[in-house]
Each structure stands twice: as structure tokens, then as C-alpha cells.
């Protein structure tokens, strides 16, 4: 099989457009399952992509196409580098995003081999998991769930010098315990680089718990309640919220970051709370690339801006909206700092103490949630969401979790919540139940917030 050197080469040679980007990306990952207390399957899967994207330039402007193919060969390239072009070509209008391609970045490792991995990584969980197994089954309790380990390698490749390249290493554990009779369930995830991170037996023991807690049920309105969402739900509702950052959105009216009377709300103090949400490709345990790979253009990203580094940045800082997703083409109409989309989120309170327990302990009567999921936007202007609860919704009285209750529709907004933070935990790795299979490097803390709006009862199970 040809390398991705080659590969990113001889497209290179072959394109004939002005100007041209290729990408391509390798994936090896290995996985396993296991249901009611019995690993069942496991599995190892190799993939690689071929993204050309061709840059046409005329008197009006440039016009672009991307064209991605998966097991391409040398052989194939001709082909997928000629209809990119041709698509350019005939594309009826011009790039609104247009920049200079970057120049001559070289990364040192561009010449290495794509990462692997073997299914020797799971060794470690494996042994985990026959404790857990061997619990479970004590208590007539059954265990599901799914481990992935994945080593994806991206090579970026342009006409104007650049070469670079990233290896992404990526863990995620899922595990769901149910009561034998399927009356009772609760889950539990986390996602890291390495599995050797995951820690089973701390998963298993919170899953115990909330089994337990499920023993005792009561039925509980809508309405709001003093909340603690764990940090699983939290990167759930962060997640969404800086998917909705756009810069253009904002400066054009149509985010909750808009200004009202034009421009955006960068510099406006969203909450009197400390938070801050902040991205870094070097954050630890959830390091990410280090330069912008953009296979197509959008209002959030832009293929000419491909190769451009990535730097810390601090999305919210201590409760101030400070950037939002730019591009090149949007910082030069928004007037802001250039601050493009970086692959990991992290939420933090320099006050942030204890754990989820910590913060229950404080609660005189309210509820303690598991996760969320179904979420959907419902109102832009506000980032107003809604969607359900699942896995256990607990009643908590005079600091202690009391009984398992109904699961509810929620209405709320994450920007909104800010202002009702009363208490944050420290900030650990997490995997977000609902947008888990689309982002997975995050770190959140548990929050409780104030009036946290259940809207209706749900007869969700």
C-alpha cells in the first residue's frame, strides 16, 4: 500500500489548478464489547481518506472543490485530482473566503509512518472489566458496554510548502449497568488518549451507587430545581455551545453572541462567575492538531486557511466572552482576533473543589441528574435547548441522594445557566453522552445550578 507521503505527493504532481491541498488520513482502531457480563465481540479496522481540494483562480476571484475518497490508491489519484479541478472550474461563483494558501511549514515527523495500534491496549481494561463482570453478577446485575481505541494520522500536504502531520491517539469507554429485572439503569463514560487512563473500577463504583439509589423510586413534577448536572452532561451542553461561537453568526445577528445593534458581544461579562472555557492543542490527555485541516469551507472554517497554527485560546475567560470561531476571511469583517475551531474543550473555575458528592452535599432539596440526551435547538437568539433525561434522575435532600425519580424534558440555555452556576467541582476527563461520537476530547467539572427549568414530565425509560 502506498504511504501518505506518497499519496499527498502525486496529487501534488498531478493537479493542474492553481492551487491545490491535499489531505489524507489514516485511521487503525480496535474495539471490544461486552454484554451482560461477557466480553462478546472485538475487532481491528484500518481506513484511509484522499481529500483533493482544487483552487481555480480567475479575474473575479477563486473558485473552489473538494473531493474526498476512501482506499485510494496511486493508481486512483488521477482520476480523483482531475474531477476535483473540473469541479472547480465549473463552480457558477467564487470563493467569499479567498486568503493566501500558507507557506513552507515542514513538521519534523512528516516523513513517519501512520500510528497503530494493537489489542494488546485493552489488556489493561480487560482485567478491569472481570471485576466489574464478577460484581455485577454477585448482585444479580448485568454490565454493557463498548471500548474503542483509535490511532488516526492526518498529513497535510499543499502547493504552496506545506507538510505537516498529526497523530491523534483516541480512548472512549462506555459502561452501562442494568438491574437484573431491567427496571433499573445507569451509565457512565470517559474518554482520554490513552487507555491506560481509564479507570474501570471508578466507573463500576459510581455505577453501584446509582443502582442502588434506584432501589427506592417517587414521582416528581416539572418545574425548576436546585440541579447538579454531572460533568458528563455539562460538556453536552458546552459542546453545544461553542459549536454555536461563530463569529459570522454572531456579527450578523443570528447567535446569542449578536449584539443587539450590530457586532458581536465579545468583551461583555456573561456570568459573575470565574469560569473559564478555554481550547489548547497541547491540553493534557486531550492533546489535538496543532494546525488548522479544513477539507471543506464553511461559516466556521475555511480551506485556505489550512496549515495556519493553533494557540491556546480562551473562549470564556472568568465568566467574559472573549473570541469566537474565526476564520481568516471572518476576522478581517468582524474586526476580531483570528481564533479558529480547535478540537477539545475544557470547562474551569479557578474556586472548583470535590467532586459530584461534593456538590450534592450542598443541596437542601433538588436533583442530582446522569446525563442528557435528544438535545436540539430550539431558539438560536437565546441558544435555548431542550431534550431528555436518561439513566437516572435522583432526589436530593439535606445534602444526600434519597430515591430515583421520573426523567424529564429540560428547556434550557447553557448561556443563560452561566448567570445560575452556584458551584463547581474540579475539572476531569468526560465523554459527552449525546455528542460523544462527534467530539470526545473534553474536560468538564459537575455544576449545580440554580432553577435549572424541567419543562414536562417524560415517560422516557
Same mark, same amino acid.
Given at each position: 500500500m502506498s504511504s501518505p507521503q506518497e499519496l499527498a505527493e502525486r496529487a501534488l504532481e498531478?493537479?493542474?489548478a492553481d492551487d491545490c491541498v491535499v489531505l489524507v488520513s489514516t485511521d487503525h482502531t480496535v474495539?471490544?464489547?461486552?454484554?451482560n457480563n461477557t466480553l462478546t465481540t472485538n475487532g481491528t479496522a484500518r481506513s484511509h481518506e484522499v481529500t483533493v481540494i482544487s483552487i481555480v483562480r480567475g479575474s473575479d476571484g477563486a473558485r473552489i472543490a473538494s473531493m474526498s475518497r476512501s482506499g485510494v490508491e496511486l493508481g486512483d489519484l488521477e482520476d480523483l485530482v482531475g474531477e476535483s479541478r473540473a469541479l472547480a472550474e465549473n463552480e457558477p461563483t467564487a470563493a467569499d473566503d479567498e486568503a493566501p494558501l500558507v507557506r513552507d511549514r515542514t513538521a519534523a515527523d512528516w516523513g513517519s509512518a501512520p500510528g497503530e495500534t494493537t489489542i494488546s491496549e485493552f489488556e489493561h481494561l480487560t482485567t478491569g472489566l472481570a471485576a466489574s463482570f464478577d460484581a455485577a453478577a454477585s448482585a444479580g446485575e448485568g454490565r454493557y458496554g463498548y471500548a474503542e481505541h483509535d490511532v488516526s494520522s492526518l498529513y497535510l500536504a499543499t502547493s504552496t510548502g506545506v507538510r505537516l502531520r498529526h497523530q491523534q491517539p483516541a480512548t472512549r469507554v462506555e459502561l452501562t449497568g442494568r438491574s437484573g429485572d431491567g427496571s433499573r439503569s445507569a451509565w457512565a463514560g470517559v474518554s482520554t488518549a490513552a487507555l491506560q487512563d481509564v479507570d474501570i473500577a471508578a466507573l463500576e463504583a459510581d455505577l453501584r451507587q446509582r443502582l442502588a439509589w434506584s432501589r427506592r423510586k417517587v414521582d416528581m413534577p416539572a418545574g425548576r430545581y436546585d440541579t447538579v448536572l454531572p460533568p458528563s452532561a455539562v460538556a453536552d451542553l458546552f459542546i453545544y455551545l461553542y459549536w454555536s461561537m461563530g463569529a459570522l453568526d454572531a456579527h450578523e445577528g443570528h447567535s446569542v453572541f449578536a449584539k443587539a445593534g450590530g457586532g458581536t458581544r465579545v468583551g461583555e461579562q456573561l456570568t459573575d462567575v470565574p469560569l473559564t472555557l478555554r481550547s489548547?492543542?497541547?491540553? =493534557?490527555?486531550?492533546?489535538?492538531?496543532q494546525f488548522v485541516a479544513a477539507s471543506v469551507s464553511s461559516r466556521q472554517s475555511s480551506v485556505f486557511d489550512n496549515g495556519l497554527p493553533l494557540a491556546p485560546t480562551?473562549?470564556?475567560d472568568r465568566g467574559r466572552l472573549s473570541a469566537l470561531l474565526q476564520t481568516r476571511h471572518s476576522?478581517?469583517?468582524?474586526?476580531?482576533p483570528? =481564533?479558529?475551531?480547535?478540537?477539545?474543550l475544557e470547562l474551569v473555575t479557578a474556586d472548583g473543589a470535590g467532586d459530584v458528592s461534593s456538590l450534592v452535599a450542598g443541596v437542601d432539596r433538588g436533583l442530582l441528574l446522569t446525563c442528557l440526551w435528544y438535545i436540539r435547538e430550539v431558539d438560536p437568539q437565546t441558544l435555548l435547548l431542550t431534550g431528555l433525561t436518561r439513566d437516572g434522575v435522583f432526589l436530593v435532600e439535606g445534602g444526600e441522594v434519597v430515591a430515583a425519580v421520573n426523567n424529564f424534558r429540560f428547556n434550557e440555555s447553557p448561556v443563560g445557566m452561566l448567570r445560575r452556576v452556584s458551584a463547581a467541582s474540579e475539572t476531569t476527563n468526560t465523554l459527552a453522552r449525546e455528542w460523544g461520537d462527534y467530539f470526545t476530547r473534553t474536560r468538564m467539572p459537575a455544576l449545580r445550578i440554580t432553577d435549572f427549568n424541567m419543562s414536562t414530565v417524560s415517560q422516557a425509560s
Open positions: 498531478l493537479s493542474k474495539n471490544v464489547r461486552w454484554a489548547d492543542p497541547a491540553m =493534557t490527555e486531550q492533546e489535538c492538531a480562551a473562549w470564556i476576522a478581517d469583517i468582524t474586526g476580531l483570528l =481564533t479558529p475551531a480547535i478540537d477539545n
